[in-house]
């Protein structure tokens, strides 16, 4: 099955100054990588994704990358704010065709502490 | 428009006891998945529901099983409950869009302790 592999697991900024958090993927055949946030006491909240056939997708300070060929993707926050600090989780899911028709399993990486200090 | 909605919050078991949680999707999303979310394993998912049916199931014993409603929502059980079982149970709802995958969104999920 899918093993995603997230690092750092902490990571400590300064405001203003850019985070960068990576995962890597074992299935090729998995197509959709989305990132959630998670903050104390809540369910994960879905940040931005990227389908395979993207190789970048933007959302106002936060951008994400997939490189394909070396099954690694990653989380860009720029200008950070303290309140960016959560734990953030990539994860990958596969196409309904190759997952035994259903392609709602997430698999997720161990999550990435983010603090960003004021 | 209102999010996913889990209910209860908060539990307190005793081990050898089952458990009952709910789950209410975003209206008009038809799948539902469950992830069981510990400070070792992170999350993990255990079933995915769609119309009623079971597509998907992950690594975990028979005593964790769901199931769902015609009208989407979804229960999940956990019988003869273990100190193990202690978790956050998320739950996550998609919008069904054929074979491609879509974003599925939590609930702020319930948080069971066995004891």
């Known amino acids: 099955g899918e093993n995603v592999e997230q690092h750092p697991s902490t990571l400590s900024v300064q405001e203003g100054d850019s985070a960068v958090i990576k995962c890597t993927y074992s299935d090729s055949a998995s197509n959709y990588f989305p990132w959630y946030k998670q903050e104390l006491g809540k369910g994960p909240q879905l940040i931005i994704d990227?389908?395979?056939?993207?190789g970048e997708k933007k959302d106002q300070r936060i951008a994400v990358t997939l490189n394909k060929t070396a099954k690694h993707f990653s989380l860009h926050i720029t200008e950070t704010q303290p309140e960016d600090s959560a734990v953030y989780f990539c994860a990958a899911s596969g196409d309904g065709l190759n997952s035994g028709g259903s392609n709602y399993k997430l698999t997720f990486g161990k999550g990435t502490l983010l603090t960003v200090n004021p | 428009k209102a999010g996913v909605t889990q209910t209860p919050r908060y539990l307190i078991k005793t081990r050898g006891q089952q458990v009952t949680l709910s789950c209410s999707p975003i209206?008009?999303?038809?799948?539902v998945s469950w992830y069981q979310q510990t400070p070792g394993q992170g999350l993990q998912f255990l079933f995915e529901?769609?119309?009623?049916?079971?597509?998907n199931k992950g690594n975990f014993p028979g005593r964790f099983s769901g199931r769902q409603f015609s009208n989407s929502r979804s229960e999940m059980n956990v019988s003869t409950l273990e100190l193990g079982d202690s978790a956050l149970y998320l739950c996550?709802?998609?919008?069904?869009?054929?074979?491609?995958?879509?974003?599925?969104?939590f609930g702020q999920g319930t948080r069971l302790t066995v004891v």
């Open positions: 209206s008009g999303h038809r799948s």
């Open positions: 990227i389908r395979s056939n993207v």
């Open positions: 996550a709802s998609s919008l069904y869009q054929g074979h491609a995958p879509t974003e599925a969104f």
């Open positions: 529901y769609f119309s009623e049916t079971q597509r």
